[in-house]
């Protein structure tokens, strides 16, 4: 057995041991969802907005307590399914889904590339160093942020991607491991779909800025990527927080994405985006929240108890999609578009 192949077998059982343990590590590493900080504000955030919703009484606190700390969410069955697939999922990824992934910055340096020969090299760059970086840093966003929005919307109106989709939405209750309710094959099209509207929007900026700025040179991103991380842990938990009668307009708060994820017929389909409230208006997939309101969650056609194990939750999808391609009926397997009665 030569050196090399030791060699490349004890990386690869590095690489195994290292997937095996990051579920249980990713609360101490910042480029994680659930990153320490990020769960210690949304908790934060959640306990005064709900006690300033409440009259700022101490018995708010209470309340708060009793309706989201209890195990009625963390102890459901639903909870406890995700807690599962987050750990199968969280090893699974760096085989299954990242190897298929094409990288943003390898799209940009093929846009940037193509321009320039189209176009001619730049002699004199377009953008200055900060306008460019100020450029980028708005462009990335509204690149990724409508990248995400196109792959949640392709997921819904696809018949065969609903099949996998559908996985997500037969949460019962909602908690920041909601978020990893969702099957690799969704994950690859959520991941693909930004990486090339970024991968678009980067290789334009880089031939504008005549290649000053590269990939992660974004002015205050990090910034805006705390935040919004802090936010996301809140749309999968069950604390109403609305941003009010304009911002509801311009922003997805938490509770637009738990209307998104309740089995009323009026809210199924709705509230499609991450941040921006922008792309739903424009494709008229918004549902702006008002008064609190009461919501249950799930599919609403009485299969959501049923999700709750590991293998319907990686297999179901996948005979689903396979008996639709083979003519299964529209009532066993419904289509999620606006018209029809599916989340």
């Not at 040179?217 to 910034?223: D, I």
Request: net charge positive; charged share 15%; hydrophobic share 50%.
């Amino acid at each position: 057995m030569s050196g090399d192949f030791v060699q490349q077998i004890a990386d690869f059982a590095r690489l195994v041991v290292a997937a095996a343990l990051y579920p249980f590590v990713q609360i101490l590493y910042r480029q994680s969802l659930i990153w320490w900080p990020f769960l210690l504000s949304a908790f934060t955030l959640a306990l005064f907005a709900f006690w300033f919703t409440h009259g700022r009484r101490w018995a708010a606190l209470g309340e708060f307590r009793r309706r989201f700390l209890g195990p009625a969410i963390w102890a459901h069955r639903s909870a406890r399914a995700d807690y599962l697939f987050y750990l199968v999922n969280g090893a699974l990824f760096p085989f299954v889904v990242s190897p298929l992934l094409i990288a943003g910055a390898s799209i940009g340096t093929a846009v940037e590339a193509g321009l320039a020969r189209l176009c001619g090299p730049i002699g004199e760059p377009l953008l200055g160093l900060l306008a460019a970086r100020v450029v980028y840093t708005v462009v990335f966003f509204l690149a990724y942020d409508f990248g995400r929005y196109l792959a949640h919307n392709l997921l819904h109106e696809v018949p065969l991607l609903w099949q996998f989709h559908r996985l997500h939405h037969s949460a019962e209750v909602l908690t920041p491991f909601t978020n990893f309710r969702s099957h690799p094959v969704e994950l690859f099209v959520m991941a693909s779909v930004p990486n090339a509207t970024t991968g678009v929007m980067s290789g334009i900026v880089w031939y504008l800025s005549g290649g000053e700025i590269g990939f992660y040179t974004f002015l205050g991103f990090h910034v805006g990527v705390a935040a919004f991380n802090a936010i996301g842990n809140l749309r999968h938990w069950q604390v109403w927080i609305s941003f009010g009668p304009v911002l509801n307009r311009w922003l997805i708060s938490p509770a637009h994405h738990q209307i998104h994820h309740s089995s009323a017929p009026r809210h199924f389909g709705k509230n499609r985006g991450f941040e921006l409230a922008v792309w739903d208006r424009l494709f008229g997939t918004l549902y702006a929240p008002g008064a609190e309101e009461p919501l249950r969650f799930g599919l609403g056609d009485g299969s959501d108890g049923k999700w709750h194990s590991l293998g319907r939750m990686y297999f179901w999808p996948f005979r689903d999609a396979f008996a639709r391609m083979r003519g299964g009926t529209r009532a066993a397997l419904s289509i999620p578009s606006s018209s029809a009665q599916t989340p």
